[in-house]
């Protein structure tokens, strides 16, 4: 059964780091386009980082420049978002995304995927 499952959010003091993880069962990653988002109350859902090429490019929105990395961890059918220097507002549900590629060469936009996880929260507060 296809499932992404989001893990890793918690309550933060701004500046901390949190790892947060997105594990893709029944996935092969390298047919897999993953990306991050995420959700603040009363906002609508933003695009964090995403691996935009099978080449292993990536992209990140500006306000999470420098402080977000995404990787991987193919043999663990992993993707994980470290995320450091945090700010009360990166409070908000963080959620993995996942759309299946026909080919082990493959680019995207990072704006469509057909599966999705539950999400994990992440709260920056002191």
């Known amino acids: 059964q296809v499932q992404i499952v989001e893990s890793g959010g918690g309550l933060v003091q701004p500046g901390g780091s949190l790892r947060l993880s997105c594990e893709a069962s029944e996935f092969n990653l390298g047919y897999t386009a993953i990306g991050w988002f995420r959700q603040a109350p009363g906002k609508e859902r933003e695009g964090v980082s995403c691996?935009?090429?099978?080449?292993?490019?990536?992209t990140y929105s500006e306000s999470v420049k420098g402080r977000f990395t995404i990787s991987r961890d193919n043999a663990k059918n992993t993707v994980y978002l470290q995320i450091k220097s945090l700010k009360p507002e990166d409070t908000a549900v963080y959620y993995c995304a996942a759309d299946r590629m026909s080919s082990l060469s493959w680019t995207t936009d990072c704006h469509d995927y057909d599966y999705w996880g539950q999400g994990t929260q992440v709260t920056v507060s002191s």
């Open positions: 691996f935009s090429s099978s080449d292993g490019d990536t």
